[in-house]
């Protein structure tokens, strides 16, 4: 049978690094045509990069591989930012199969000193920005043969963490948009999944979370590669390339609607 994902167009938020970048990574390979809309990207017409958002190698070596990656400028906490994406990919490409929402923001601190504004714009990001980008993506899904949406949650959106509250609400209330969204768009053959990721060394836990000691950047990456190992059942990390696995076994899989794929060591916490 023919992989349904060649010749797919798929958009993909925060596609310009970490994650995001393996899952175009993966998904190109397969042969999709991509669009990948992030807020680190200046902006559409140019297709420029902020390489000070976005990881300038991950980058290069993407379109090394895959000249005919687009790229454009996305906001996803604003509504007319999520509606010109969506509208620079059908432009571009003639329409839109698949959205991947996988642009997340994370921060930590003790809930009694948590800056409000941080809550408002997590939440904004990891929740709101799924509400957004389906909404303005729908009109265009609902024209294609077997599309679907697959959202980045979070074994955080599963499981809560200390000094996480913020981060762990918004993953919670992605998969809750997810089962939702699911129930919802079933009728009109849209699916709706998740991945929920356990630890992938990114920039995202290497700028922000990582408590170290550890005095040089690799020094840093190597204790957290250790550390992540030892929280996967295979005892191996995961990269954001299995990630792009994942979501194209959702993508491929047509009759699998409504599940939150996971990574993590605690078996009660997969379905
Ligand atoms: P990252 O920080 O490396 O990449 C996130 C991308 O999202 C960046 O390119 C950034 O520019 C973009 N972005 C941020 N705000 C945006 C906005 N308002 N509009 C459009 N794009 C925006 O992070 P990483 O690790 O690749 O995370 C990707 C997704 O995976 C996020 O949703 C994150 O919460 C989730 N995740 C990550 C895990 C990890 O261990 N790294 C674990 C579980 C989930």
Not at 81 to 107: E, K, Y
Request: net charge negative; charged share 15%; proline share 5%.
């Amino acid at each position: 049978m023919a992989l349904a994902i060649k010749d797919k167009v798929v958009l993909v938020t925060g596609g310009a690094r970490g994650i995001g970048a393996g899952i175009v990574a993966t998904l190109s390979d397969a042969g999709a045509r991509i669009m990948v809309a992030d807020i680190g990207i200046q902006n559409s017409s140019a297709n420029e990069w902020n390489y000070a958002l976005a990881g300038e190698d991950e980058i290069d070596q993407l379109r090394k591989r895959h000249p005919q990656i687009g790229t454009c400028h996305v906001d996803v906490t604003d509504p007319e930012s999520c509606v010109a994406a969506v509208q620079t990919t059908v432009d571009q490409f003639g329409q839109l199969d698949v959205l991947i929402n996988n642009a997340g923001i994370v921060d930590s601190g003790p809930i009694e000193t948590f800056k409000v504004d941080v809550w408002d714009k997590i939440f904004a990001v990891n929740s709101k920005g799924i509400f957004l980008m389906a909404q303005a993506a729908l009109p265009h899904l609902r024209k294609t043969e077997n599309p679907c949406i697959v959202n980045t949650a979070s074994i955080a959106g599963k499981q809560g963490y200390p000094n996480m509250a913020a981060y762990c609400g918004s993953k919670f209330a992605a998969i809750g948009i997810t089962q939702s969204l699911a129930a919802e768009l079933a009728p009109q053959n849209i699916r709706v999944n998740a991945i929920c990721p356990g630890m992938v060394g990114t920039a995202m836990w290497l700028e922000h979370l990582l408590p170290s000691n550890a005095t040089s950047d690799s020094q840093k990456e190597a204790e957290f590669t250790e550390s992540m190992a030892q929280t996967i059942p295979l005892g191996r990390p995961q990269t954001p390339e299995d990630m792009g696995d994942a979501v194209l076994y959702l993508i491929n899989a047509v009759n699998v609607n409504a599940i939150a794929l996971t990574w993590y060591k605690d078996p009660l916490l997969y379905f």
